[in-house]
């Protein structure tokens, strides 16, 4: 599925889709979330958690390297 499929999709379909394909690369904090960093294929995704009810308040689809950049130094990719 491309970016822009999946942005095309319903809140609760892009859930479903994220939760059967993104494979999980790293976590961050900041103000009161938890933010995963996926992968689905084509794009990345980050699900922004809510630290005191735990819930799932966001999920952001994106490709462009920079937002990549919190990510750098947690990120480990293994040697091809």
């Known amino acids: 599925m491309s970016l822009a499929q999946f942005r ?8 479903a ?3 059967a ?5 790293a976590r ?11 992968h689905l294929g084509s794009f990345f995704c980050e699900e922004w958690v809510c630290q ?9 689809p994106f490709n462009s390297n920079t937002k990549l950049l919190p990510y750098a130094e947690l990120v480990h990719l293994p040697s091809l």
């Open 28 to 38: 961050r904090l900041t103000a009161g979330f938890d933010v995963h960093l996926y």
């Open 8 to 15: 095309d999709l319903s809140y609760g379909e892009q859930a």
């Open 17 to 19: 889709y994220f939760t």
């Open 21 to 25: 394909h993104g494979t999980y690369l």
């Open 52 to 60: 005191t009810q735990n819930e799932l308040r966001l999920l952001r």
